[in-house]
């Protein structure tokens, strides 16, 4: 891509791209036109990726455009790297191929602000994190994320802020999350429900004024390893789940 490091790209209409490998910082203001992926996703280099005013979709896509190693996942990043969504609409449907749709490896951030996210029909995981030696952050303000048929919403222990957010981590074929650190506040309404395993299993569980559900899952509703607080008259519906995996954790 001709742009500079930091530069901005401003979308005088409807564009195709083939895909993003990036080893530079970049913001693309669509200008409210759509951007669609046609055969690669995106490949983030320790840089920093902004949308702002734009539609984004990726149907179909299995691979970054590193393909010698990063040809598994639609989305991903080394260290350092971060993805932001400003007043942008992106939708990952994955045809059900056995591929994650966003792959973080170390030190990342995911950023939604006044925006709509929603990966569905990934036979690996909607958001996944390695391990590395940094912190993965998921950051959900003023925005709705769904992962619908999925293997798992959110895996790897990571933190996630939802802040006055609607978050929608449905029909995973196994946990609706696995291990990470939540920090649910101010009137989000979030619902891990008809998952195959656990709902929301999570090391730390933070619940600040809002809605949460962990019902028809096919382990437990809600399985907290670590710290659970519940406070400002937040409501949490627990029901019909067939806690079917038993632990020191269960009850």
Known sequence: MAAEDGQTILLLKN??????????NLIIDGQGHTITFTKYGIALWGKSL???NAVLTMNNIGSTPYTAEWNWMTICASKNSSLTLN???MTLDGGNANKHAI??????KLNLNNSNLTIQNYGQDAFEWDGGDGGYNVNIINSTFTSNHCRSGF???F???I?????????????????SNFDIKNNSNVKFDGNGS???????????DSYVSGSNNGANGIHVTGTLNIDNESKVDIKNNKCSICSKWTI
Do not use: M, P, Q, R
């Open 15 to 24: 564009v195709n791209t083939e895909g993003l490998n990036l080893n530079k």
């Open 50 to 52: 902004t949308f702002n």
């Open 87 to 89: 007043n942008t609409t």
């Open 103 to 108: 792959y973080f490896c170390s030190n990342n």
């Open 155 to 157: 895996t790897g222990t």
């Open 159 to 161: 933190y996630a802020t």
């Open 163 to 179: 802040d006055n957010s609607i978050v929608n981590v449905i029909n995973s074929l196994g946990n609706g999350s696995n291990g």
């Open 198 to 208: 656990h709902g929301l299993s999570a090391s730390t569980l933070f619940i600040n």
